[in-house]
């Protein structure tokens, strides 16, 4: 077998001078957060919504008729309406291509797109469900971001109530709504980690706001997380959900909130049979949280993760596919003060198995800072216990997402080849001066490295664990490869002066 980056990833020496079928968020209203004064969030009492915990009957017996249920529940869900005022903006809609040139404008004057516009006043609607008897109502975020003014339709007369937005919390897309009214009917709640597939669920809304509207279907699978948000553990059901039905209530067959109507995979904007609802364990979190401390407060541990893959797992030595890879270790965090280090595969969190990197990342963010957690680790084969304290996780921190990850099963790094990062390669792909290592500077497409998912602009940092500082290292590395497979640490520019650091796994394909 021939050594796998002599003939095939090369050394440059030029110079660098030179959907049909789509996810989306319910259509619903469009807000801003209402702000209120500090010395009034702090007034503001806590809240704690108790869960009827009581298991389901799961005998197989269905009923003729869920009206009872419905009947219970319909009090409990509203209208939501939201109203984004006309503004004047400055620029409108950019410069005609004919603005400059004197002759036109004599027949046609200046160009009315280059002056400030007025935008046009937007109305919208939506769903919420009541959940305390003094007017606490949770809805989703998209719902009311954006708004100048949010009112609540109550009841079957439609009581019209003004809407504080007590807070939004967009990595979960869960808004907290407040109006000042009594003798509410709150929804009762339940365990949504106690749900199964398979249990009848029945989504209540105000679809196209034609009124409100219930369906019923199944929970078609559980801990999703395809959307695209920050956190993601949603419940996937067939309920029939449709726009406007965002923020409304997904219940059990008892009538128990279980979770909030979010989104919908769809390919024609209606719907087709897969809808996602954020979990009530999960709204429950952000609420009280919001309530309590005016924002969500998260644990931190200071980690970029990754998902293991069976070729990731081989190369860390692990048996199956469970762990979560870290990709990097964030300096001055609690992750790099207790000595977690790149290329560590966390297996367990406080004694209990890590499924995959986004369901460690979400038990952390619902873990208070100040608390000690117990990981233990899989490092260079050993398995070893690390113990850290969480902080929390600062507001502006958006690179906590996991990594993405794919690998290819075609010859191996064939067709690569890298140069040294110079400056005129530090401009254009916007790499840190602390990053190091070999720059891909052209890549065949058609290879195992391009179907493992390296790209040009990515600079190989590790070959196999060894570090890459310069392209004539990455080259001699190369050479030294005996192995069918090469584990690659590499960093992809995202923009900005922004990147992210992933493993890669790249399998040559063995010769007959």
Same mark, same amino acid.
């Given at each position: 077998?021939?050594?796998?980056?002599?003939?095939?990833?090369?050394? =440059?020496?030029?110079?660098?001078?030179?959907?049909?079928?789509?996810?989306?968020?319910?259509?619903?209203?469009?807000?801003?957060?209402?702000?209120?004064?500090?010395?009034?969030?702090?007034?503001?009492?806590?809240?704690?919504?108790?869960?009827?915990?009581?298991?389901?009957?799961?005998?197989?017996?269905?009923?003729?008729?869920?009206?009872?249920?419905?009947?219970?529940?319909?009090?409990?869900?509203?209208?939501?309406?939201?109203?984004?005022?006309?503004? +004047?903006?400055?620029?409108?809609?950019?410069?005609?291509?004919?603005?400059?040139?004197?002759?036109?404008?004599?027949?046609?004057?200046?160009?009315?797109?280059?002056?400030?516009?007025?935008?046009?006043?937007?109305?919208?609607?939506?769903?919420?469900?009541?959940?305390?008897?003094?007017?606490?109502?949770?809805?989703?975020?998209?719902?009311?971001?954006?708004?100048?003014? +949010?009112?609540?339709?109550?009841?079957?007369?439609?009581?019209?109530?003004?809407?504080?937005?007590?807070?939004?919390?967009?990595?979960?897309?869960?808004?907290?709504?407040?109006?000042?009214?009594?003798?509410?009917?709150?929804?009762?709640?339940?365990?949504?980690?106690?749900?199964?597939?398979?249990?009848?669920?029945?989504?209540?809304? =105000?679809?196209?706001?034609?009124?409100?509207?219930?369906?019923?279907?199944?929970?078609?699978?559980?801990?999703?997380?395809?959307?695209?948000?920050?956190?993601?553990?949603?419940?996937?059901?067939?309920?029939?959900?449709?726009?406007?039905?965002?923020?409304?209530?997904?219940?059990?067959?008892?009538?128990?909130?279980?979770?909030?109507?979010?989104?919908?995979?769809?390919?024609?904007?209606? =719907?087709?049979?897969?809808?996602?609802?954020?979990?009530? =364990?999960?709204?429950?979190?952000?609420?009280?949280?919001?309530?309590?401390?005016?924002?969500?407060?998260?644990?931190?541990?200071?980690?970029?993760?990754?998902?293991?893959?069976?070729?990731?797992?081989?190369?860390?030595?692990?048996?199956?596919?469970?762990?979560?890879? +870290?990709?990097?270790?964030?300096?001055?965090?609690?992750?790099?003060?207790?000595?977690?280090?790149?290329?560590?595969?966390?297996?367990?969190?406080?004694?209990?198995?890590?499924?995959?990197?986004?369901?460690?990342?979400?038990?952390?963010?619902?873990?208070?800072?100040?608390?000690?957690?117990?990981?233990?680790?899989?490092?260079?084969?050993?398995?070893?216990?690390?113990?850290?304290?969480?902080?929390?996780?600062?507001?502006?921190?958006?690179?906590?997402?996991?990594?993405?990850?794919?690998?290819?099963?075609?010859?191996?790094?064939?067709?690569?080849?890298?140069?040294?990062?110079?400056?005129?390669?530090?401009?254009?792909?916007?790499?840190?001066?602390?990053?190091?290592?070999?720059?891909?500077?052209?890549?065949?497409?058609?290879?195992?490295?391009?179907?493992?998912?390296?790209?040009?602009?990515?600079?190989?940092?590790?070959?196999?664990?060894?570090?890459?500082?310069?392209?004539?290292?990455?080259?001699?590395?190369?050479?030294?490869?005996?192995?069918?497979?090469?584990?690659?640490?590499?960093?992809?520019?995202?923009?900005?002066?922004?990147?992210?650091?992933?493993?890669? +796994?790249?399998?040559?394909?063995?010769?007959?």
């Amino acid at each position: 077998m021939k050594a796998l980056f002599s003939d095939r990833i090369r050394r =440059n020496w030029s110079s660098w001078g030179g959907a049909l079928l789509g996810l989306a968020l319910i259509p619903g209203l469009v807000s801003v957060a209402i702000s209120k004064d500090k010395e009034e969030k702090d007034k503001r009492p806590p809240v704690r919504l108790e869960a009827d915990t009581t298991p389901l009957q799961r005998d197989g017996k269905f009923t003729a008729s869920f009206a009872h249920v419905v009947k219970k529940v319909s009090p409990s869900v509203v209208k939501v309406y939201s109203t984004t005022k006309a503004k +004047v903006v400055p620029g409108g809609r950019g410069r005609s291509p004919f603005a400059d040139d004197p002759l036109l404008r004599r027949f046609f004057g200046d160009d009315p797109g280059a002056g400030p516009q007025r935008t046009p006043r937007e109305q919208g609607l939506g769903s919420g469900v009541i959940v305390t008897r003094d007017g606490y109502i949770l809805t989703n975020n998209h719902v009311v971001e954006g708004a100048d003014e +949010v009112k609540v339709a109550v009841g079957a007369d439609d009581r019209e109530y003004a809407a504080e937005v007590v807070g939004r919390d967009e990595k979960t897309d869960i808004a907290v709504l407040k109006i000042d009214a009594k003798d509410l009917v709150p929804i009762s709640t339940t365990d949504s980690d106690a749900i199964e597939v398979g249990d009848v669920v029945l989504a209540v809304g =105000n679809p196209f706001g034609i009124g409100q509207t219930v369906t019923m279907g199944l929970v078609s699978a559980t801990g999703r997380a395809s959307l695209g948000l920050m956190y993601e553990d949603f419940i996937q059901t067939d309920a029939p959900i449709n726009p406007g039905n965002s923020g409304g209530a997904l219940i059990d067959a008892t009538g128990r909130l279980i979770g909030i109507n979010t989104a919908i995979l769809s390919r024609t904007g209606g =719907n087709q049979g897969i809808g996602f609802a954020v979990p009530i =364990n999960l709204a429950r979190f952000v609420m009280e949280s919001i309530v309590r401390d005016g924002r969500v407060v998260r644990g931190y541990m200071g980690l970029i993760l990754q998902p293991m893959t069976p070729a990731l797992s081989k190369q860390f030595k692990l048996e199956g596919v469970g762990g979560a890879l +870290v990709a990097e270790v964030a300096p001055n965090t609690p992750a790099s003060k207790a000595g977690l280090q790149d290329g560590d595969v966390i297996i367990e969190l406080d004694g209990k198995p890590v499924k995959d990197s986004k369901t460690l990342r979400f038990q952390v963010s619902q873990t208070a800072p100040g608390t000690k957690i117990n990981l233990k680790i899989v490092r260079d084969g050993e398995r070893k216990k690390v113990d850290l304290v969480l902080k929390e996780l600062p507001e502006n921190l958006t690179a906590s997402r996991d990594t993405k990850n794919s690998e290819g099963q075609v010859d191996a790094l064939e067709g690569v080849t890298v140069a040294d990062i110079d400056r005129a390669a530090r401009s254009r792909y916007g790499i840190p001066a602390e990053i190091k290592g070999a720059i891909v500077a052209q890549i065949d497409e058609n290879s195992a490295s391009a179907e493992a998912g390296l790209k040009v602009g990515d600079v190989i940092r590790e070959i196999n664990r060894h570090p890459v500082t310069s392209a004539d290292e990455a080259v001699e590395l190369s050479e030294k490869i005996k192995e069918e497979t090469v584990l690659l640490r590499v960093w992809t520019p995202s923009g900005r002066g922004q990147g992210t650091n992933r493993y890669i +796994v790249v399998q040559e394909e063995k010769k007959k």
